[in-house]
């Protein structure tokens, strides 16, 4: 069976500081892969998604950036965080194929001091 | 307009009660139609989809779509404190298209 591993579950970084996390997805190949961004009241935000290795699309423009080095693997950057990026980041997948469904990792609850 | 509308909540209701999780939408290319569960500081799960019109049940949760409406809906029978968490609808176009997500409702179930 599919699963999917975000990392780190929660951390706090001071304003400036760079920001990386992580996302692998077992059991799959080739999968789309998303970020999202969940503010409170406001639902889910799609930041980036991704269709292959390399292939980053971006839904918002924002302080952040993402990469796919490897088919099962992503990542969320920021180079200087902002207090506006202080969230709820969630990785996804899906698979051509399956209906439009994606699937979501534990989250990263990431606060900007 | 928000292309999909759903009710914040909270929503409290006693443990047994039938629960209606409803969302609106304004786009009528929309045709996969997907309910996800969220616990605190959890992601997402995938509770139910449904393409097009018409009903799917699963166990005590019930989702309905109508297209003429552009309203759906997910029912929970004889509800549970477990069932306490937050439900996002989730809609698309066609086949492979990203998904659209409602705000999402939180409920709340009392033993």
């Known amino acids: 069976s599919q699963t999917i591993h975000q990392w780190p579950a929660t951390l706090v970084q001071p304003v400036g500081s760079p920001l990386s996390l992580e996302c692998t997805v077992e059991?799959?190949?080739?999968?789309?892969l998303y970020w999202y961004r969940q503010a409170a009241g406001r639902g889910l935000q799609l930041l980036f998604y991704?269709?292959?290795?390399?292939?980053i699309s971006s839904e918002v423009p924002q302080n952040l950036s993402a990469s796919r080095p490897q088919d099962r693997q992503f990542i969320l950057s920021s180079k200087k965080l902002l207090l506006s990026d202080s969230g709820f980041y969630l990785c996804?997948?899906?698979?051509?194929?399956?209906?439009?469904?994606?699937?979501f990792g534990e989250g990263s609850w990431l606060t900007v001091v | 307009q928000k292309e999909v509308e759903q009710d914040p909540g909270p929503l409290s209701v006693p443990e047994g009660a039938i629960v209606s999780l409803n969302c609106t939408y304004s786009?009528?290319?929309?045709?996969?139609f997907m309910w996800y569960r969220q616990y605190s500081r959890k992601g997402p799960e995938l509770l139910m989809y449904?393409?097009?019109?018409g009903n799917k049940e699963d166990g005590r949760f019930t989702a309905q779509v109508d297209k003429s409406s552009k309203y759906i809906s997910l029912f929970i029978r004889d509800s549970q404190p477990s069932d306490s968490a937050t439900y996002l609808c989730?809609?698309?176009?066609?086949?492979?298209?990203?998904?659209?997500f409602g705000a999402g409702t939180i409920l709340r179930v009392k033993s």
């Open positions: 991704s269709v292959g290795i390399g292939q």
């Open positions: 989730a809609m698309s176009r066609e086949y492979g298209n990203k998904l659209v």
């Open positions: 786009n009528s290319a929309f045709q996969y």
């Open positions: 996804a997948w899906s698979v051509t194929g399956s209906g439009n469904t994606i699937y």
């Open positions: 449904t393409y097009s019109s």
């Open positions: 059991g799959t190949s080739n999968p789309n």
